[in-house]
């Protein structure tokens, strides 16, 4: 799949076409942050013994997501439009569709995610601006 400079991320999905998340937002860093549940312990002879989380795919590793985004008028709204829907996300449960995703106007389905968002603050980046970068964390609440 081909990388985009904007992701999908909304708490509703488009009904039709590309079925993706209804809001696009342009970012400028992405990180990827693989989650495992394990626990290491030493039994009294000392020998290290590893307990991993499993299920009958395998080893549980879900993804987390750490995005910096920019927020600007685009995609037909008003900069205070975008600041006031990024804020609604805060919390939220939503679905993500990963810079990494088909063309746009293909369907997106196979790479939409349940995720839970927490949005930074909205520091001003400069006097003039305008947009904001701001930082959004995304867990993975696909179990």
């Known amino acids: 799949m081909p990388l985009q400079n904007h992701i999908h991320l909304s708490t509703a999905l488009q009904p039709s076409g590309e079925k993706a998340p209804d809001l696009k937002w342009v970012v400028t860093d ?3 942050i693989p989650v495992k549940f394990m626990s290491l312990k030493r039994s009294l002879s000392g020998v290290l013994r590893m307990h991993r989380l499993k299920d009958t795919g395998g080893v549980v590793q879900l993804t987390d997501f750490k995005y910096t985004v920019k927020v600007q008028a685009d995609y037909g709204y008003t900069l ?3 600041i006031a829907q990024l804020r609604v996300l805060d919390g939220q449960s939503v679905y993500l569709c ?3 995703h088909v063309t746009d106007g293909q369907d997106h389905m196979t790479a939409v995610r349940s995720m839970v968002a ?3 603050d909205f520091a001003p980046i400069g006097p003039g601006l305008p947009f904001f970068l701001v930082d959004v964390e995304l867990t993975d609440a696909s179990r």
Request: proline content about 0%.
């Open 30 to 32: 992405r990180l990827e």
């Open 80 to 82: 205070e439009q975008r």
């Open 98 to 100: 990963d810079s990494f």
């Open 118 to 120: 927490s949005v930074g």
